[in-house]
């Protein structure tokens, strides 16, 4: 049976918490387009090539790292910062990948809560090929790609000190 609470079931809050996922998805992809921005600004860049942040998010992942690099040389904090935010997004990319263009559907897990199951393979894979993610998964997902997004915008004043 499908639970209902406050008129939403348990169905209903999945597939909710998949729709913030592309909701927090975009707001990372925002926050590191703005700040090759802001550094191609403060680089001396007259504005007129800031339009051109193109290509794939790795690519302007990449871009990204490259720019903010040129300030974090003398600083090991940034360094670091700017290494963990870069592999964090990176790893971020592929879920959301999987699970965006490789989503199979929902179905009621064997302990009785509905999952959300993408695979490589399509909608015709195996079961045991599929990955499952859980409302609490999708939930972690979303809180640590909305954290990523704030680590992003506070690197201005770390890489200041």
């Not at 860049?45 to 990204?64: K, P, Q």
Request: hydrophobic content about 40%; charged content about 25%; proline content about 1%.
């Amino acid at each position: 049976m499908n639970k209902v609470i406050d008129g939403y079931s348990d169905v209903d809050t999945l597939m909710t918490a998949l729709g913030y996922l592309l909701l927090s998805w975009s707001m990372l992809e925002r926050a590191v387009i703005d700040d090759i921005k802001r550094l191609r600004l403060s680089d001396g860049d007259s504005g007129m090539t800031t339009a051109r942040v193109r290509g794939s998010f790795n690519e302007r992942l990449a871009e990204w790292r490259a720019l903010v690099s040129l300030k974090s040389r003398r600083n090991p904090t940034a360094a670091r910062e700017v290494a963990e935010i870069g592999n964090l997004a990176e790893q971020f990319s592929r879920t959301r990948n999987l699970i965006f263009h490789h989503f199979v559907g929902v179905e009621r897990a064997a302990e009785g809560t509905w999952v959300a199951y993408a695979s490589d393979g399509g909608i015709t894979s195996l079961p045991a090929s599929r990955t499952a993610f859980t409302l609490d998964q999708l939930g972690d997902m979303n809180a640590q790609m909305r954290a990523l997004c704030e680590r992003i915008g506070q690197l201005k004043s770390i890489l200041e000190t």
